[in-house]
């Protein structure tokens, strides 16, 4: 399907901010945005690379009433060569078509996601920040936008797609953040929707993070829904704990987002001289391997989060201390390995990045 430009006029172009200290994570949007149309009986249809603009939505939108919403992370970087090179977007196209499925959302062929983000970030170059730390995060989304209080899966969707120059998620960026093990809600439960990239996992997983935050943490880790002994995912990240030179993360059991950067770890980590293992870690085990010293390290994995050690993990009324609060060897090693294969800076031999 071709891609229709439709121009920018010049006096709708932003001004770009040019302390790249400030950018923050997701707060500025770029100029244009990529828009796809899915009708019943006619498919996808009338793409465009158009001016960004808010949308003229009916109230009745389904999307408003029942979430019928998922959207994915990636991110653009712009290499010392001047070359744009993009991360992985094919597990991207995959996993969104994989949430899409969960929620009853037709699927984007991949070809399409992938050559419109393309397109887009192509003319949105400029937008593209360079100091470290920074990157252009691109944000597909597929919406329900049919004007019907009834529930069912819409007949009319808009796949989108706008992009950000961003610094770190974390305002602190590389260091190490404190984690509370929540031990009252629970994000996901078997058979539910904790897998798919679903706005809605998000939404109900606000009132814990607030009130982690009014106790000074960063994040909560979330535990298995059934139990609460498991411990499963960060919301934002995957997480790993470094047990000396072996590494290991929870499996993907159904509630967990299988992360794109969590799978980078998982095989970068072997050619780095890292032993990895999914296995089930369950909390009290997991809190008496940091108290004997046996986990020397944690950290969580995430488009948007990197790679973010964490200072401090607190269950109940304990809070242990992982290397003794800093950045750790292993975290370190894995960030600087895996941004260098991002920005340029190390040879990819996987194959992950995708010049633009
Ligand atoms: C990402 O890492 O891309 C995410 O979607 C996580 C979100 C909390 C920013």
Same mark, same amino acid.
């Given at each position: 399907?071709?891609?229709?430009?439709?121009?920018?006029?010049?006096?709708?172009?932003?001004?770009?901010?040019?302390?790249?200290?400030?950018?923050?994570?997701? @707060?500025? #949007?770029?100029?244009?945005?990529?828009?796809?149309?899915?009708?019943?009986?006619?498919?996808?249809?009338?793409?465009?690379?158009?001016?960004?603009?808010?949308?003229?939505?009916?109230?009745?939108?389904?999307? /408003?009433?029942?979430?019928?919403?998922?959207?994915?992370?990636? @991110?653009?970087?712009?290499?010392?060569?001047?070359?744009?090179?993009?991360?992985?977007?094919?597990?991207?196209?995959? +996993?969104?078509?994989?949430?899409?499925?969960?929620?009853?959302?037709?699927?984007?062929?991949?070809?399409?996601?992938?050559?419109?983000?393309?397109?887009?970030?192509?003319?949105?170059?400029?937008?593209?920040?360079?100091?470290?730390?920074?990157?252009?995060?691109?944000?597909?989304?597929?919406?329900?936008?049919?004007?019907?209080?009834?529930?069912?899966?819409?007949?009319?969707?808009? /796949?989108?797609?706008?992009?950000?120059?961003?610094?770190?998620?974390?305002?602190?960026?590389?260091?190490?953040?404190?984690?509370?093990?929540?031990?009252?809600?629970?994000?996901?439960?078997?058979?539910?929707?904790?897998?798919?990239?679903?706005?809605?996992?998000?939404?109900?997983?606000? @009132?814990?993070?607030?009130?982690?935050?009014?106790?000074?943490?960063?994040?909560?880790?979330?535990?298995?829904?059934?139990?609460?002994?498991?411990?499963?995912?960060?919301?934002?990240?995957?997480?790993?704990?470094?047990?000396? @030179?072996?590494?290991?993360?929870?499996?993907?059991?159904?509630?967990?987002?299988?992360?794109?950067? +969590?799978?980078?770890?998982?095989?970068?980590?072997?050619?780095?001289?890292?032993?990895?293992?999914?296995?089930?870690?369950?909390?009290?085990?997991?809190?008496?391997?940091?108290?004997?010293?046996?986990?020397?390290?944690? /950290?969580?994995?995430?488009?948007?989060?990197?790679?973010?050690?964490?200072?401090?993990?607190?269950?109940?009324?304990?809070?242990?201390?992982?290397?003794?609060?800093?950045?750790?060897?292993?975290?370190?090693? #894995?960030?600087?390995?895996?941004?260098?294969?991002?920005?340029?800076?190390?040879?990819?031999?996987?194959?992950?990045?995708? /010049?633009?």
């Amino acid at each position: 399907m071709d891609i229709k430009i439709v121009p920018l006029p010049a006096e709708k172009m932003k001004k770009k901010i040019t302390d790249e200290s400030q950018l923050g994570f997701g @707060k500025i #949007l770029t100029d244009r945005m990529l828009m796809v149309e899915w009708k019943a009986g006619q498919g996808w249809c009338d793409a465009r690379i158009q001016p960004y603009a808010p949308f003229v939505l009916d109230p009745a939108s389904l999307v /408003f009433h029942y979430a019928q919403e998922i959207f994915e992370g990636l @991110k653009a970087y712009k290499w010392a060569d001047g070359r744009v090179a993009m991360f992985r977007p094919e597990m991207n196209a995959r +996993r969104f078509n994989q949430s899409g499925d969960r929620l009853c959302m037709p699927p984007i062929p991949e070809e399409l996601f992938l050559k419109g983000i393309e397109q887009l970030v192509a003319l949105e170059r400029e937008w593209i920040p360079t100091s470290p730390e920074t990157s252009l995060y691109i944000r597909p989304t597929m919406i329900a936008v049919d004007p019907v209080l009834g529930i069912k899966p819409a007949d009319h969707y808009y /796949f989108y797609v706008i992009l950000s120059p961003v610094g770190p998620y974390y305002a602190a960026g590389f260091n190490p953040v404190n984690i509370m093990v929540e031990d009252h809600y629970v994000r996901a439960v078997p058979g539910g929707t904790g897998e798919a990239k679903t706005g809605g996992n998000y939404a109900s997983s606000l @009132k814990a993070g607030l009130e982690a935050k009014k106790k000074g943490y960063d994040q909560v880790l979330w535990l298995d829904g059934r139990q609460q002994r498991y411990i499963e995912e960060v919301g934002a990240m995957n997480m790993f704990f470094a047990y000396g @030179k072996k590494i290991v993360t929870a499996p993907l059991n159904g509630s967990i987002l299988s992360g794109v950067t +969590r799978d980078s770890v998982l095989k970068l980590a072997p050619t780095l001289g890292y032993e990895v293992e999914e296995r089930p870690l369950e909390i009290n085990d997991l809190m008496a391997d940091i108290r004997s010293g046996k986990i020397t390290e944690a /950290f969580g994995s995430g488009t948007a989060a990197v790679i973010t050690p964490v200072g401090k993990l607190c269950y109940k009324e304990e809070c242990l201390q992982l290397s003794a609060g800093k950045v750790g060897e292993v975290t370190q090693h #894995l960030y600087d390995s895996l941004t260098g294969i991002q920005t340029g800076r190390i040879a990819d031999t996987f194959g992950w990045v995708r /010049f633009v």
